[in-house]
Structures are given as structure tokens and as C-alpha cells.
């Protein structure tokens, strides 16, 4: 009397199960070319950078000290930042190469 039928859930098209799938490829690809990618080129020019160290540089930690490169070796660099006031810093703690004649201007 009070019993209906019970019918079975139609199955989904077999496309769509590929479907569902694009939005999630469509914000991967979103999110390497706007966020990946970029970091990965400043990472590589950081990189580079540091790689290109030379005496004479004048240079900006990440300690926000500034002074030019007064000798390099393979992991540590000395950068005077005072008449007669040398400190020796990793090569990567240098943030910024700055531009020739900056610290005579400061």
C-alpha cells in the first residue's frame, strides 16, 4: 500500500568522469606558471649571483649589512663594511649585488 518502488541511480556517462578531472588540471597549470615557475627563475638567478661573487663587489646581506667583497672563498666571503672593519659572512647570506659606487654615496 504505502511501498513505492525503488528505482536504481542512472550510471554517469562515461566522459564525465574525465571531466570532473579539468578543473583540477586547469588550476595545477594556473598555479605553475603564476607561482612555480617564477620562483624557480629567481631561485636560479639568486643562484647565479652568488656564483658571480668577485672582490670588489658591493654587496647587502640579509642582516641588512652593506660593504664591498675583500676576499672570496668557497662558502664564506669577507665584505669590509668599515675602514679597517672586515666580517666574514656565508655566501649565501648575501641578499643583493648592488650597483658599483653605492657606498660612496651613503
Not at 675583500?70 to 641578499?95: C, G, L, M, Y
Amino acid at each position: 500500500m504505502f511501498i513505492s518502488n525503488a528505482y536504481a541511480a542512472a550510471s554517469a556517462a562515461p566522459g564525465t568522469s574525465l571531466m570532473s578531472l579539468a578543473p583540477m588540471l586547469i588550476i595545477f597549470v594556473l598555479f605553475y606558471f603564476m607561482l612555480i615557475r617564477p620562483q624557480m627563475k629567481q631561485a636560479k638567478e639568486t643562484k647565479a649571483m652568488i656564483a658571480a661573487l668577485a672582490t670588489g663587489d658591493e654587496v647587502a646581506t640579509t642582516g641588512g649589512v652593506i660593504g664591498k667583497i675583500t676576499k672570496v672563498s668557497d662558502n664564506f666571503i669577507s665584505i669590509e663594511i668599515a675602514a679597517n672593519t672586515v666580517i666574514n659572512v656565508q655566501r649565501h647570506a648575501v641578499q643583493t649585488l648592488l650597483p658599483p659606487g653605492t657606498l660612496k654615496s651613503a
